[in-house]
T-cell receptor
Framework: EAGVTQSPTHLIKTRGQQVTLRCSPI?????VYWYQQALGLGLQFLLW???????NRGNFPPRFSGRQFPNYSSELNVNALELEDSALYLC??????????????FGSGTQLSVL | GENVEQHPSTLSVQEGDSAVIKCTYS??????FPWYKQELGKGPQLIID?????GEKKDQRIAVTLNKTAKHFSLHITETQPEDSAVYFC??????FGKGTSLLVTP
């Protein structure tokens, strides 16, 4: 069974540009989560999508946005990139996180460098 | 909102010793507390989790304890091995993670 896949694995952008990151969840999983992992800051929750709807949003500015498609894959978009957006962006999935299904399965992430 | 504090940020133990990582949370409504292990170049992987109606859970060399009154929970790894070396994250729900503990197990 394929795990959570993310693309691209690495990305280099310059300040002010826009970027789109992609995530395919494990087959059968309906929820997708996005996290930012910057050096020394742990995992910071960005967005949670379930069944195509945004369920929760972390404390990030509106230039961070995303969506979930009917096949449950997801995109994370970041506009007007800033140097501090440089981080590893992790995607995770689970199946309808009711009790007993909370376990997250993570992808290996997209390393974004903003110059 | 929820705030999760994790200590220590780094931990070095000798092979065979025990390792303990502690976390505190602020929101008494939190009811799910997972622990993730992240090896270099990989995404985090769940190693154990506990719900608020349970005080302790064990899985082989790994155990987690939860004190709801004090709002803190801990990860205990016994008989550590070099392959336990990684970054460990605690979380309160799936939305609030600690900053991680870098564990180094030396042979």
């Amino acid at each position: 069974e394929a795990g959570v896949t993310q693309s691209p694995t690495h990305l280099i952008k310059t300040r002010g540009q826009q970027v789109t990151l992609r995530c395919s969840p494990i087959s059968g999983h309906t929820s997708v989560y996005w996290y930012q992992q910057a050096l020394g800051l742990g995992l910071q929750f960005l967005l949670w999508y379930d069944e195509g709807e945004e369920r929760n949003r972390g404390n990030f500015p509106p230039r961070f946005s995303g969506r979930q498609f009917p096949n449950y894959s997801s995109e994370l978009n970041v506009n007007a990139l800033e140097l501090e957006d440089s981080a590893l962006y992790l995607c995770a999935s689970n199946f309808n996180p009711g009790q007993g299904h909370e376990k997250l399965f993570f992808g290996s992430g997209t390393q974004l460098s903003v110059l | 909102g929820e705030n999760v504090e994790q200590h220590p940020s780094t931990l070095s133990v000798q092979e065979g010793d025990s390792a303990v990582i502690k976390c505190t949370y602020s929101d008494s409504a939190s009811n799910y507390f997972p622990w993730y292990k992240q090896e270099l170049g990989k995404g985090p992987q769940l190693i154990i989790d506990i719900r608020s109606n349970v005080g302790e859970k064990k899985d082989q060399r790994i155990a987690v304890t939860l004190n709801k009154t004090a709002k803190h929970f801990s990860l205990h790894i016994t008989e550590t091995q070099p392959e336990d070396s990684a970054v460990y994250f605690c979380a309160a729900t799936n939305l609030n993670f600690g900053k991680g503990t870098s564990l180094l197990v030396t042979p």
